[in-house]
C-alpha cells in the first residue's frame, strides 16, 4: 500500500505525531510538537516540510510505502523462509524485563566491508548503558582477538580476498542478562587498523540463555571502512565529531525495508541509506528509504550529548513508531546500534 494520504502530502500543518502509549520520552506529540519529555536541542529541532512527522524526539520524514521484511537469502537478519509479516507486536506490549544473571557472552567479530581481511587485533569492551545513552560502568576485563583465536570464514563480501575474510570468536565471561549494555570494540595494537565502534543496544533476555551462555556476533570496523562509506556520499569525518551507523529491525530482530529514520541533533547533510547489496553494503545517495538491508547512517554529530533517534513506518496504512533509541557519539568513533522495535525498559 502508498500513499496513505491518497495522493495528497503531508506537511508540517498536518500536525502528525506517532508514540508509544506509557512512554514518558516517546509519547506522541500534540498539536505538531514532539513529546513534552524530549529534552532541547542546539539548534532547536524543528519541524520541516521534508520531515513533517514527530517521532520520539525527532521529525522524520513521511513513509509512502509500507514496511516489508528483508529476504530470507540475507546471510544476517533475513526472514525466516516464507515469512512476510512484519512483527510489531512489541512496540504496544513490550516484553517484561526479567531478573539479570551473569552469563558467558560468546561470538565473531565480524568484517564490514572486507578491506580488514582478518579481524585478529580487535579489542571487546562491554560496559552498562549510562543516562542519556552514555557510556556506564565497564563490566569485567578487555578481551582481545588474536591469530590464535578460533574462526570461521566469510566467503561472500565482495571486499575480501579470494580465500575469504578471516571472522575471529571471542568470549566474554560474566555478562549480565536482562540489562542494556554497549559494546566498544578498537585496535586492540593502536595501529589505527580497526576504528573505535560502540554497539548501543545489545540487551540478552533470559529465554535466549542456554547452558550458561548467549551469543552475539559484533562488528569490526577497519578505518578504511569509515572513509570508504563517507566517501561514497561525498563527506569527511571532521575532527572532534562522531559518526552514526544503524540498522532497523521488527520485534522478531528482521531487517526492515521502506523505514524512515532521522534524529533530533543534526548530523552534517542528512540521514542517508544503504543500498540492498549484501556483498557490498555502500550508502545509495538515491535512497529514500531503508532498503533490505535496513541499514542508515549519518555522519558529524556533536559529541557529549543524548542523541534521540526515531524511525517510523507504515504498516497497514498507518503510520507507527517502530522503533526509538538514544545513544552517544565519540570523537573520531563510529556510533552503531540496531532498532529492534521496544525495549523492556523503554517506558
Known sequence: MTNPDGGGGVTCASDISVGWTNDALCAAGTGGNLGAACPPTTPPAMCIDSHPIAACCAWVQDPKTELALAPSSLHYFGAPSGDTAVDLSCTTTPAVQGTPQNVVLNGFVKVFLGQDSDSAGVKIEIYNEGANGALGTQIGTAVTTDTTSASRTNTWLNGCPTSGCVERAYSFPSVPTETPLIIHTSDALAAQKWADFYDYNIYFANGTVTAGAVAYDTTGVGTTDVLTVTATIGYTPSPGKGLLAGEVHDCSDVRLQNAM????????????????????????????????????????????????????????????????????????????????????YQH
Not at 524511525?311 to 522503533?323: D, H, K
Open 261 to 344: 529514520v532521522n534524529t533530533d541533533y543534526r548530523p552534517q547533510g542528512d540521514i542517508f541509506y544503504f543500498g540492498s547489496d549484501e556483498t557490498q553494503p555502500l550508502p545509495d545517495k538515491q535512497a529514500v528509504g531503508t532498503s533490505d538491508l535496513g541499514l542508515f547512517g549519518a555522519v558529524n554529530y556533536p559529541v557529549g550529548v543524548p542523541i534521540h533517534i526515531g524511525a517510523v513506518g507504515l504498516e497497514g496504512g498507518q503510520r507507527q513508531l517502530i522503533g526509538a533509541y538514544t545513544v552517544q557519539v565519540y570523537s573520531g568513533a563510529v556510533t552503531g546500534l540496531s532498532l529492534r522495535g521496544r525495549r523492556p
